[in-house]
């Protein structure tokens, strides 16, 4: 069993950054992929950005790429989330989410219970 918590959302305006973290509790972190979901409002998650638990970036979406950065560090068990240039439109819950296998339909193993981000205009 896998416990995350994710920490570092909050309300910031069009154009400014917020740094994400989310540590994870209760087994060996390194073996698990580790990646960073949102859920706006009355839309559907969203995965943003995979990481290997060697730290091979395994998936990064369109929307967020170029202004987000993940990384990871075993040795504190925390994979971070860096956003830069937020946009209204990235308001959401964001997740993090650890795999014990990641690829084609496989699904996150463990989620953590989410942190707001609200980006105003």
């Known amino acids: 069993q896998v416990h995350l918590v994710e920490t570092g959302g909050g309300l910031v305006q069009a154009g400014g950054s917020l740094t994400l973290s989310c540590v994870a509790s209760?087994?060996?972190?390194?073996?698990?992929?580790m990646a960073w979901f949102r859920q706006p409002p009355g839309q559907a998650r969203e995965e943003l950005a995979t990481?290997?638990?060697?730290?091979?970036?395994?998936h990064f979406s369109d929307s967020v790429r170029g202004r987000f950065t993940i990384s990871r560090d075993n040795a504190k068990n925390t994979v971070s989330l860096q956003m830069n240039n937020l946009f209204p439109e990235d308001t959401a819950v964001y997740y993090c989410?650890?795999?014990?296998?990641?690829?084609?339909?496989?699904?996150?193993?463990?989620y953590g219970q989410g942190t707001q981000v609200t980006v105003s205009s």
């Open positions: 989410a650890a795999f014990e296998v990641y690829g084609m339909g496989y699904e996150a193993d463990y």
């Open positions: 990481i290997s638990g060697k730290g091979n970036i395994l």
């Open positions: 209760g087994d060996t972190f390194s073996k698990y992929a």
